[in-house]
């Protein structure tokens, strides 16, 4: 069998649509647009297609875009100046810090200088903790767009095995979480995981979230998995995943490929996360 393709592309079209006539209504009824602020820092050429792609997707919404670019030796304390001011900017419903930062840069502190209700990648220790405690937030962007292309596909979750390569704070941790919540039964695998395989055969969902091309092999995947791959790396000029995808695709039942699986969901969740942050502020 050849596995079903989970298309993050269209399903993330179909939430931007869907956003995107919402938002009109609102300005029909004489609110103001949501607004999204995304913060570079430096000139990482991944990182600058990722906020364009960012900051297209914010336009394409109706949504008004604050984007600032920063030079590489900008200090700390500055973009703490910054992001405290668009604390306190009206218009503003959703901050965002592009990761990666330059080495002299503490995402950390960045990051929980963002008050928590405009937190749109769901990051900040606030957020973190109402996932844990299965309380409602903001949700990190990128396992909460897994979460719902599982949904999208009526991929069962509960009572599956479920395993997580990657400890990550940005994917594998939240995912893990995410997936408990619906009641799968959740390992997490890392680079200190002994045979590796024999943990992976044994899930029925098997995400990849780790940074390493072609990770996962055929004979690591259980005949019939669902597999999701979070990966987006650059070999030889073109974008691959963590999952050697052409020998995988031959065992799974579902996979995303790599791209337009996982990485358009990522972008739609920061839109939809900013516009709950916004009928929040502007509805009280």
């Keep these: 069998m050849t596995a079903a393709i989970l298309d993050g592309k269209s399903l993330a079209k179909k939430i931007e649509n869907r956003l995107k006539e919402e938002i009109q209504r609102q300005i029909e009824g004489k609110k103001r647009p949501p607004g999204l602020a995304v913060l570079m820092v430096g000139d990482n050429p991944a990182s600058a297609v990722y906020v364009r792609n960012k900051e297209r997707a914010c336009q394409g919404v109706g949504m008004a875009s604050f984007g600032k670019h920063f030079p590489t030796e900008t200090s700390q304390e500055e973009l703490i100046g910054v992001i405290r001011q668009l604390n306190e900017d009206e218009r503003v419903d959703g901050i ?43 949700r990190s962007c990128t396992p909460a767009g897994v979460m719902e292309l599982l949904r999208e596909y009526d991929i069962p ?10 400890r ?26 002994k045979d590796l395989a024999a943990v992976t055969r044994e899930a029925d969902i098997l995400v990849a979230a780790v940074g390493k091309p072609g990770l996962i092999t055929a004979e690591m995947v259980k005949p019939g998995a669902v597999v999701v791959d979070v990966g987006i790396n650059r070999v030889d000029g073109r974008l691959v995943g963590d999952v050697a995808y052409d020998e995988v695709k031959e065992v799974a039942s579902y996979i995303t490929p790599v791209p337009g699986g996982v990485g358009p969901m990522t972008v739609a969740m920061l839109l939809q996360n900013t516009y709950q942050s916004y009928l929040q502020r502007v509805n009280g």
């Design 96 to 138: 965002l810090v592009q990761l990666p930062l330059p080495d002299h840069l503490d995402a950390v502190s960045l990051l929980q200088a963002i008050t928590p209700e405009k937190d749109a990648d769901g990051l900040h220790p606030v957020n973190l903790g109402k996932l844990v405690r299965g309380e409602k937030g903001i």
């Design 157 to 166: 979750i509960e009572g599956k095995k479920a395993v997580v390569v990657g």
């Design 168 to 193: 990550s704070i940005l994917v594998g941790r939240p995912l893990a979480l995410m997936l408990l919540e619906k009641n799968a039964t959740v390992t997490i695998a890392h680079s200190r995981t």
